[in-house]
């Protein structure tokens, strides 16, 4: 029969195990948004830039609810209002505050792209972009990212120079290294070679010397055999 202590023991894994599902149940259903690597992005005043804004989720989601956010130093306002009814629909415009917006977003093919294009740049435009993501189906869960906009009078050209002359030292000094590497294995190698040439050399000559002199050792001391 099964004591008591074995019970607990039992009771005291099954617990374990239910509170980390528990711990690891959000991770899994948690809103994820992105705005890409680049949170810090230059654009020419007069033109026109995409603001990138994707989203996942491993609930999967239902009249999802996104919308753009413009926050400077004097100046927050809501510039894009929309839904998303599901994996399988678009998301729709309810609200836009800028006629030079556009929504550039798909959920087709799973992107889940709620991307916006802003174009006619001013440098008023300057300022923090921020996408925002509830999703009904996690409990209105609401997750955020943002991306940094400077509208600039023209793109500084970045002098690569200097890095390319480094990347270059850099790599003729490991090439070096691994030439001179070979060499002496090389060398070591060849030396090796050498020395034990030399040895049978020496060895041979020794037998040939006392053959030829009649030292001990040698056919020369060898007595024929006595005749009867």
């Given at each position: 029969m099964p004591r008591a202590?074995?019970?607990?023991?039992?009771?005291?894994?099954?617990?374990?195990?239910?509170?980390?599902?528990?711990?690891?149940?959000?991770?899994?259903?948690?809103?994820?948004?992105?705005?890409?690597k680049a949170t810090e992005i230059f654009a020419v005043n007069g033109t026109e830039i995409l603001l990138p804004c994707t989203f996942s989720s491993c609930f999967g989601f239902e009249n999802l609810q996104f919308w753009w956010s413009y926050n400077s130093s004097d100046t927050f306002k809501i510039l894009i209002d929309g839904t998303v009814k599901n994996e399988k629909s678009d998301p729709k415009v309810k609200l836009k505050d800028d006629d030079r917006i556009t929504l550039e977003g798909s959920t087709k093919e799973k992107m889940n792209n709620i991307s916006i294009l802003l174009r006619n740049l001013e440098f008023s435009d300057t300022g923090k972009y921020t996408c925002h993501v509830k999703n009904p189906k996690e409990n209105y869960l609401q997750h955020q990212a943002t991306i940094f906009l400077h509208v600039v009078d023209k793109l500084e050209v970045v002098d690569n120079t200097v890095t390319l002359i480094i990347l270059a030292v850099v790599g003729g000094v490991i090439g070096l290294l691994i030439v001179i590497l070979l060499l002496k294995k090389l060398i070591t190698f060849i030396l090796k070679k050498t020395q034990e040439k030399k040895k049978e050399c020496l060895?041979?000559?020794?037998?040939?010397?006392?053959?030829?002199?009649?030292?001990?050792?040698?056919?020369?001391?060898?007595?024929?055999?006595?005749?009867?």
């Amino acid at each position: 029969m099964p004591r008591a202590g074995d019970r607990g023991e039992a009771t005291a894994r099954w617990l374990g195990a239910g509170l980390l599902g528990l711990f690891l149940l959000p991770a899994c259903l948690s809103l994820e948004v992105s705005v890409g690597k680049a949170t810090e992005i230059f654009a020419v005043n007069g033109t026109e830039i995409l603001l990138p804004c994707t989203f996942s989720s491993c609930f999967g989601f239902e009249n999802l609810q996104f919308w753009w956010s413009y926050n400077s130093s004097d100046t927050f306002k809501i510039l894009i209002d929309g839904t998303v009814k599901n994996e399988k629909s678009d998301p729709k415009v309810k609200l836009k505050d800028d006629d030079r917006i556009t929504l550039e977003g798909s959920t087709k093919e799973k992107m889940n792209n709620i991307s916006i294009l802003l174009r006619n740049l001013e440098f008023s435009d300057t300022g923090k972009y921020t996408c925002h993501v509830k999703n009904p189906k996690e409990n209105y869960l609401q997750h955020q990212a943002t991306i940094f906009l400077h509208v600039v009078d023209k793109l500084e050209v970045v002098d690569n120079t200097v890095t390319l002359i480094i990347l270059a030292v850099v790599g003729g000094v490991i090439g070096l290294l691994i030439v001179i590497l070979l060499l002496k294995k090389l060398i070591t190698f060849i030396l090796k070679k050498t020395q034990e040439k030399k040895k049978e050399c020496l060895v041979s000559s020794s037998g040939n010397d006392n053959t030829e002199n009649g030292l001990p050792g040698s056919k020369a001391e060898e007595k024929l055999p006595t005749k009867v």
